[in-house]
């Protein structure tokens, strides 16, 4: 063991502190302050549904020609009122009162109805309401519900109401993402707390690099505040929920690397400071590697069609560059002051021998340096056993009724109104066409199926179709509820038909923009997914100086990734029954699973490059699984237990990505990199690292009983 003793430091004693101390004071002065910041990005969220729009779609040229159409931008609430018994005079009265109060807020624009149910037992009211979307409308609405008496304290005596429709989902949606603010950031640090306590078994350390990762998270979200702010990214409820977790989740990470490298060299040397920089020169560049993988990979999200999975990319971005600073920064700073007590009750020793290689992943090192061949071929198989049922995994889309894992209104009141009234209504089809076509565009309009029916846009003085550039207004509603399959198809229906009439012709409205939307998500997963891959394997080749190693760890990624997809879909259908999922799950899923999971393959594997050097490659592969290995299992369970923290807000599309991205994380850290990428590279040889010339040292001079000796 290579040991330095006090007479070798050369540095000025005065010079080993201030840095550190001026490192902490920034931090402390800098980043505390700004972490108020974390708890207001919900001022700059857009949550609306042109923040999610395609960004060239039909629905979007439709969402754009529309607004030449009204005085001013609005969003429908649909006020349903469902009866036990026949509405009665005074019901109908009793209602009116109600819309004339509503017709007095400010933000409302001239409600319609009541609108009364064939079957006599529903009263439906639509209530345009003027804001610009965003949790200015989640406000609106629950001053209308307020009105209503939605909760149940209604006069009007048998009545169920509810506030659905476009706005009332959004309220609901806001009030859900309300959460993230809250109790999902003091879930994902309270799970992260309790797993470094016991990794580290000290009262100091676990706080220490939690409050690293607070530090970055602070930051970050100063910096996306002021860039949503100012219009330059799109911040919406999901990508801050996503943002929390990744910063949490990847400083604490990085921080693992750091530490546990660190009491590695606390051993070696006899100050801090120098122990210090031994570890950051041993771990730097596997930090940045590793974050430098997730930005690129999170980046290429730019690639997408959609407006919201475009901004999640730099908001990951940006908390990803944070974590490493923190990491590479206040965390080696805060240790080098605190030296050796950081680690109490359990200080590591200058001169003591190291005990990483003596336990449990010792064990699984040996373990594999005498099995490798059988342990890569039955991991493989699993593993190919559970990619298998990949094809069952449902990802065409679900109705909006569906985003919710609890009971809300709005799904309760979309229920209600299929009840009594033609399902699509409250949310229409737009189509906008040439003025000239009106009555060959209402004429094949009304002859489609799934069509209840299809008015024009009136002026209101004359009743005459308002014409604007020489394009009329056509609201068509459907038989459907306009979030169903059956809409959907209605909609393609129209937009076929209608070509021959006009070309000019567009069908946009809320089906349509749902429509879009999932077609425009498959066409990411196609060009995205390559595009990160790619980035992966040019990543790697540069780190690891070969071209055959990369490609077998990206291998293994593909591997790994439809693996926990096939998983995933078996608890989905069979345990949990989802009704299926946004295209964007997996495309999202594969992005932190790809980047994320690459991870620890860069920790294990430029740790092994670098006792390849003197031990050869068996041998180093083997030393750099038992070293690493508590610390990067320890990051994995940290990583896949910070995204599981997204369980705790009622919305399907984030509790299915904390499913596949925690369960994929765990396969990566406890199965893929502690036997299938060591037992390969042990099989294989130094031809892993073809073309360097790592490739061409030969290992078979090394006694097998030596290599095992050399991690034991």
Do not use: C
Request: proline residues 5%; charged residues 15%.
């Amino acid at each position: 063991m290579t040991t330095t003793a006090p007479s070798e430091v050369a540095k000025p004693r005065r010079l080993r502190w201030l840095l550190p101390a001026l490192l902490v004071v920034l931090w402390l002065f800098v980043g505390g302050p700004l972490g108020q910041y974390a708890g207001q990005l919900a001022e700059v969220q857009q949550n609306d549904s042109a923040s999610f729009l395609p960004a060239a779609a039909e629905s979007t040229q439709v969402n754009e020609l529309s607004q030449q159409f009204a005085t001013e931008e609005a969003l429908p609430a649909v006020i349903v009122y469902e009866f036990a018994e026949p509405v009665t005079p005074d019901d109908l009265a009793a209602v009116q009162a109600d819309v004339a109060a509503i017709a007095e807020l400010d933000y409302v624009t001239e409600p319609i109805g009541p609108i009364p149910s064939e079957d006599g037992l529903a009263l439906q009211v639509i209530v345009p309401i003027s804001a610009e979307g965003g949790f200015e409308v989640a406000e609106d609405v629950t001053e209308i519900r307020a009105i209503v008496g939605t909760d149940g304290s209604s006069e009007i005596e048998g009545v169920d109401a509810f506030v659905t429709g476009p706005a009332g989902f959004l309220a609901d949606f806001g009030e859900a993402f309300g959460e993230i603010d809250g109790i999902l950031l003091v879930v994902a640090l309270a799970v992260v707390l309790v797993i470094l306590l016991v990794v580290y078994r000290s009262p100091i350390l676990p706080f220490l690099v939690l409050f690293s990762s607070v530090l970055a998270l602070g930051v970050a979200s100063a910096v996306i505040y002021w860039l949503a702010d100012t219009e330059v990214l799109t911040l919406n409820g999901q990508s801050q929920g996503i943002l929390f977790i990744l910063v949490v989740g990847a400083a604490t990470d990085y921080s693992l690397l750091l530490v546990s490298r660190y009491r590695e060299e606390l051993r070696r040397h006899h100050t801090p400071y120098d122990a210090m920089r031994a570890s950051l020169k041993g771990t730097y560049e596997a930090i940045l590697a590793s974050g430098g993988t997730v930005i690129l990979g999170v980046m290429a999200l730019l690639l997408s069609e959609l407006n919201s999975v475009q901004g999640l990319g730099p908001v990951a971005a940006v908390g990803i560059v944070f974590s490493m600073l923190s990491a590479l920064t206040f965390l080696p700073a805060a240790l080098v002051l605190l030296g050796r007590a950081a680690f109490w009750p359990f200080r590591p020793a200058y001169g003591s021998a190291p005990t990483e290689v003596r336990g449990i992943w010792g064990r699984v090192a040996r373990f594999v340096g005498r099995r490798s061949r059988p342990v890569w071929v039955v991991v493989s198989l699993v593993l190919v056993g559970f990619a298998a049922f990949l094809p069952q995994f449902k990802a065409d889309g679900v109705a909006q009724s569906d985003f919710f894992l609890a009971t809300v209104e709005a799904t309760e009141g979309q229920e209600a109104l299929a009840r009594h009234f033609p399902a699509g209504s409250g949310s229409p089809a737009t189509v906008i066409g040439p003025a000239d076509q009106t009555e060959a565009m209402v004429a094949t309009i009304s002859g489609v199926d799934g069509v209840a029916t299809v008015v024009p846009l009136v002026d209101p003085a004359t009743q005459q179709p308002v014409v604007v550039d020489g394009l009329v207004q056509l609201d068509v509603t459907l038989e459907a509820a306009a979030d169903s399959d059956e809409a959907e198809q209605t909609v393609r229906t129209l937009r076929a038909d209608l070509d021959e009439v006009s070309e000019d012709a567009l069908v946009g409205g809320l089906t349509a923009v749902q429509l879009d939307t999932q077609e425009a998500a498959q066409r990411d997963l196609r060009v995205i997914i390559p595009v990160v891959l790619l980035v992966i394997l040019l990543v790697l080749m540069v780190l690891l100086r070969s071209i055959a190693l990369p490609v077998l760890l990206i291998g293994t990624v593909v591997l790994s990734f439809a693996a926990t997809l096939g998983l995933a879909a078996l608890v989905f259908n069979g345990i949990f029954d989802f009704p299926g999922a946004d295209p964007s799950v997996p495309l999202f899923s594969f992005v932190f699973l790809a980047a994320l999971g690459i991870d620890y393959n860069i920790f294990l594997m430029t740790r092994a490059r670098e006792e390849t050097i003197t031990l050869g490659t068996r041998r180093g592969m083997l030393k750099s699984l038992a070293v690493t290995g508590g610390v990067i299992t320890s990051a994995g369970i940290v990583l896949a237990a910070t995204f599981g923290a997204l369980f705790v807000l009622p919305i399907l599309f984030l509790a299915q990505i904390a499913f596949i991205v925690s369960v994929g994380v765990l396969i990566d850290a406890l199965v893929v990199r502690s036997l299938l990428v060591p037992a390969l590279v042990h099989d294989i040889g130094p031809t892993v690292w073809w073309p360097s010339r790592l490739a061409r040292r030969d290992d078979a001079a090394v006694d097998e009983e030596r290599v095992l000796e050399s991690v034991g």
